[in-house]
């Protein structure tokens, strides 16, 4: 079956710091991929998405980019705030039919 | 952006009870989404709910212990039956906001002692 998974489970970052975090998916039909962030009690919350016709997309503070050769994508957070510190899962909506999400990576953010 | 709510935002709950948590949305919406997801870890899709007809259930989950209602197209509730330890974990409705993305609410906390 599919998979999405994550190459590290935890990551720390001096505030400050530019954060990576990355994904990786096994359905190579995938064309289309969302970042949501889950703070501390509280839902996940949609950052940014990516259809497979880019390689990177840009939002505010937030980009993402996409390598379809090593089905493989990541999450770049710059200039990393304390209010970043969450979960963040990466999800293929598999065509709005059966959402599929990483394992989640927790991002802390040292002062 | 849609905004939901869920009640209640948490409970503890005796082995054996039911617990039904709803779901409201302020927005017309066709498709709502019912997860869990158990303590640090991911989501996992429960059932869909579409208004007018029967959730549709993943593999694992069955209508007997998470029956859902669908009365309108703004409001939802699962019900977790005959509830064990097993039970304890974040549920969270969410509902298709097109463009295939979802919006979710802010969850409900249970713990089954």
């Known amino acids: 079956g599919e998979s999405v998974g994550l190459h590290l489970p935890t990551l720390s970052v001096q505030e400050g710091d530019n954060s990576i975090i990355n994904c990786a998916y096994s359905?190579?039909?995938?064309?289309?991929f969302i970042w949501y962030k889950q703070e501390s009690g509280k839902g996940p919350q949609f950052i940014i998405d990516i259809r497979s016709n880019m390689d990177k997309r840009q939002g505010q503070r937030v980009t993402v980019l996409l390598n379809k050769t090593v089905k493989h994508l990541s999450l770049q957070i710059a200039a990393t705030q304390p209010g970043d510190s969450a979960v963040y899962f990466c999800?293929?909506?598999?065509?709005?039919?059966?959402?599929?999400f990483g394992p989640g990576t927790r991002l802390s953010v040292l002062p | 952006s849609a905004v939901i709510s869920q009640k209640p935002s948490r409970d503890i709950c005796q082995r054996g009870t039911s617990l039904t948590i709803q779901c409201q949305v302020d927005s017309q919406v066709t498709m709502m989404f019912w997860y869990r997801q158990q303590p640090g870890q991911s989501l996992t899709l429960i059932a869909t709910?579409?208004?007018?007809?029967?959730?549709?259930?993943e593999s694992g989950f069955v209508i007997d212990k998470f029956p859902i209602s669908r009365p309108n197209l703004t409001f939802s509730t699962l019900t977790v039956s005959n509830m064990s330890p097993e039970d304890s974990s974040i549920y969270l409705c969410s509902v298709d906001a097109g463009m295939e993305t979802q919006y979710f609410g802010p969850g409900t906390r249970l713990l089954v002692l």
């Open positions: 359905n190579s039909a995938s064309d289309y």
């Open positions: 709910a579409n208004q007018g007809s029967e959730a549709t259930y």
């Open positions: 999800a293929d909506p598999n065509y709005g039919q059966n959402f599929v």
